[in-house]
């Protein structure tokens, strides 16, 4: 059977990860979550302090960083320059800053690149913000997830009083909205439906569900 190119875009919080994993999963395909790619990079600005709006500090760190993937059946590990940074990227510091530095031409020429590469033999399900418009134009299929602000802030409220984090639901949807806003305003590669991309609402569908809707269009495809 052909193995496909899989392109899921859309905003922060509508599950694309969890949904991309499992389905990727199912098919025995490579999941590449091109989110942690921006994120590594952001860690690395962070750390070594790279003023992001010196465009020249920025190109040499884009020239020098290596981020690789190690994509395993349960989980992608995530490594800049050798260092385990798979926990690191998630802290809020990271998710605070990541939306300036993914705007960067620079990043996203850089990290394009490798996403293309990391997709070239198929069977690969890539999720992010422009894989459909920018990185794979010709992805076998395209899938737009989305949901209200108001249920994706939800579902990060609960996933933080799990873990026993303090943050108010206020917050946390004013932060997804602004990070909305920033993703789809920018420059370079704004947060878009590809036109020929299927549009799937999952404000009122669980995870399983949302899988399996993901599916049926996959298996159309797979005819
Ligand atoms: O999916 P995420 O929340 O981990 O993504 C982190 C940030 O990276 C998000 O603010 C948008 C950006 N991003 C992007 O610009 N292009 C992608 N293909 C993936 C993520």
């Known amino acids: 059977m052909k193995k496909l190119t899989i392109a899921i875009d859309g905003p922060a ?58 994509i395993g059946r349960e989980q992608c590990r995530v490594y800049v320059n050798q260092i385990d940074v798979t926990d690191a990227i998630r802290t809020s510091e990271v998710s605070s800053h990541v939306s300036a530095v993914a705007a960067l031409a620079v990043v996203r020429q850089k990290l394009v690149q490798l996403q293309r590469e990391m997709a070239t033999s198929g069977g690969v399900i890539l999720d992010g913000r422009d894989i459909g418009t920018v990185v794979l134009p010709d992805a076998d299929v395209k899938i737009f997830l989305t949901a209200s602000v108001h249920s994706r802030a939800m579902r990060r409220y609960l996933e933080v009083r799990e873990r026993n984090e303090r943050e108010t639901l206020e917050h946390i949807e004013a932060a997804i909205a602004s990070r909305d806003y920033m993703d789809s305003h920018r420059d370079i590669s704004p947060l878009k439906q590809a036109d020929d991309a299927i549009l799937l609402d999952n404000s009122e569908l669980n995870l399983e569900e949302t899988a399996a809707a993901l599916m049926k269009i996959i298996e159309a495809r797979r005819q």
């Open 13 to 70: 919080g509508a599950g694309k990860s969890s949904v991309a994993k499992l389905v990727a999963n199912k098919l025995h395909y490579l999941y590449i979550d091109t989110g942690a790619m921006y994120r590594a990079f952001t860690w690395e600005v962070l750390q070594r302090h790279v003023d992001i709006a010196d465009p020249k500090s920025v190109q040499i760190l884009a020239d020098t960083i290596q981020i690789r993937l190690e």
